[in-house]
């Protein structure tokens, strides 16, 4: 991991493309700003690991019969 020290406005350039800049520091707290083009995802860590347990918690989830659904199932 590289750890850099940057002050407000101050901006680090990841792969020519991604420019992170430091809008404002408050107490523990450091806002960013990320100029990245629209292919690149961009997702907070503590989402991506939300979404990983609620895929685990739905392979663990028993399957139940198409007939056995609390709704009314049509054929097209």
Do not use: C, H, Y
């Not at 690991?49 to 659904?69: H, S």
Request: hydrophobic residues 50%; positive net charge.
């Amino acid at each position: 991991m590289l750890v850099l020290t940057r002050r407000v406005n101050d901006a680090i350039i990841i792969d020519n493309r991604i420019k992170v800049t430091i809008v404002s520091i408050e107490d523990d707290k450091v806002r960013i700003g990320i100029d990245a083009p629209p292919e690149v995802p961009i997702v907070r860590q503590e989402l991506l690991a939300a979404v990983a347990d609620e895929n685990k918690a739905a392979a663990r989830t028993p399957a139940v019969a198409l007939g056995n659904l609390p709704f009314k199932v049509t054929q097209r």
